[in-house]
């Protein structure tokens, strides 16, 4: 089945623009929400070479670093309360960075829960190759990769995680780490735009990508980036 991403973007809240740190003014009053600013990972050397790293690693290259500067220079001015990193050390690298450029720097958890699809045995495999062996590859998001795991199930696992944190950051200000396919997933999961309508539109997550989310009670108020 095909979803349209561009026939659902009006669903995307458009209250928040750019890294801002007050509220929309329909929000003001409203207690117990989280906001959480989503980023990805500087650019890898893997990146750079085009190969799909799922839960393999790669050091940041050069650009990579200036990645995680460039981004840490446009949070600096937000008081985060913590930091929650996927656990893979290209996340922790960007997260590390990031987190002395910020004011008090907040505390860091890496996260398993945060970490990239998990393509199994296909970890760490040449994009070519993974066309080649997978037709669904980019595409089907419900395909579960031998010994791995499917985007849909990704999905699943990262929200989840993200609903266990508004329990623990009602009123808090958090910022989260990690990967392209995760930041689809929650992008989708939140402004209810089916998963697959990411991956049929061919939308692509930079590496400076900076996502801005409010929500309460799963639900959410606010979505800009």
């Given amino acids: 089945m095909k979803y349209s ?58 650009e990579g670093i200036e990645d995680a500067c460039y981004l840490g220079e446009k949070l600096k001015h937000i008081q985060f309360n913590s930091i929650y990193s996927s656990d893979l050390g290209r996340a922790r690298n960007t997260a590390d960075i990031i987190a002395h450029y910020l004011i008090g720097t907040p505390p860091i958890n890496f996260k398993p829960e945060l970490r990239e699809i998990n393509f199994g045995r296909y970890n760490n495999t040449p994009r070519s190759v993974m066309k080649q062996q997978f037709s669904s590859y980019g595409r089907d998001v419900s395909f579960i990769y031998p010994d791995g795991e499917s985007l ?13 944190l508004e329990k623990k950051h009602a009123d808090d200000i958090i ?11 929650i992008i989708s ?37």
């Fill in 152 to 164: 849909l199930i990704m999905q699943e696992r990262v929200c989840n995680f993200i609903t266990g």
């Fill in 5 to 62: 991403f561009f026939s659902n973007v009006s669903i995307f809240i458009k209250c928040f623009h750019g890294v801002q740190t007050k509220f929309c003014t329909p929000f003001l009053g409203i207690i117990d929400m989280m906001i959480f600013y989503l980023i990805r990972h500087g650019l890898t050397e893997s990146n750079k070479e085009k190969i799909v790293m799922g839960q393999g690693d790669s050091p940041l290259s050069n």
């Fill in 189 to 225: 999961r939140f402004t209810k735009v089916h998963l697959q309508a990411f991956y049929d539109s061919q939308q692509e997550i930079s590496h400076r990508y900076i996502g801005r989310f409010t929500i309460k009670g799963g639900t959410l108020l606010g979505y800009g980036t």
């Fill in 175 to 185: 910022l989260l780490v990690s990967h392209s396919a995760v930041i689809k997933g």
